[in-house]
C-alpha cells in the first residue's frame, strides 16, 4: 500500500452493502407496484414494477404469479406458499447434518443474501411457468427479455468504467 492511500476494499465492501440495500428498497417499490398501489395508473404502476425488478433480476410476470397466485392464495400452507417455509422438527431431524447446516445458515444474517438467491430468485427465474394467453407469453418474454437487456448492459457499464480507470491509472 502507498503511503497516504486509504485500501480499496473497505470502500468496495461499503458500496456492495449500500447496493443491496438499494436493491431491497427497490424490490419493495416493484411489489407496492406490481401490487398496483403504487399510484393509480395500472399500465404505469406495471412499467414500475418491472422497472424496480430489474436490479434483483426478477420477472414480474413470473413475481406475479408466485406472489400473487401461489403465496397469497395459499399463505403458509406447506407444499404450496413458495416463500418461506420452515421445516418441522422431524423434517429437521430427517435431514442429513450437511442439510441441517445449510437451512441454518441460509437463515442467519450473513445468510439471507444466500437464500433469496437459493431459494426465491432461482425457482423464481426458471420455474416453468405456462403462460396460459398468447398476450401473458408475450410478457413472460419480455420481461425476460429486459432482464437479459439489463444484465449485459450493466456488465457493459462496469467493463468500461474498469478499463477507464485502469487507463487512467497509467
Partial sequence: MVAGRVPTWWGKSLCCILAAFAIGGLFIVGHDAAHSTLVPSRRLNRRLARLAFLP???????????????????????????????????????RPRWQRAVYFLLRTPLGLPFYWIIQNWMPLYLRAMRPKTPSDRAAFCFDRCCIATFVVGMYAAMSFVTQTAAAAQC
Fill in 56 to 94: 434483483a433480476y426478477v420477472p414480474l410476470t413470473t413475481w406475479r404469479y408466485n406472489h400473487n397466485v401461489l403465496h397469497h392464495r395459499f399463505l403458509r400452507v406447506r407444499g404450496r406458499d413458495p416463500v418461506w417455509q420452515p421445516w418441522s422438527l422431524d423434517d429437521y431431524r430427517r
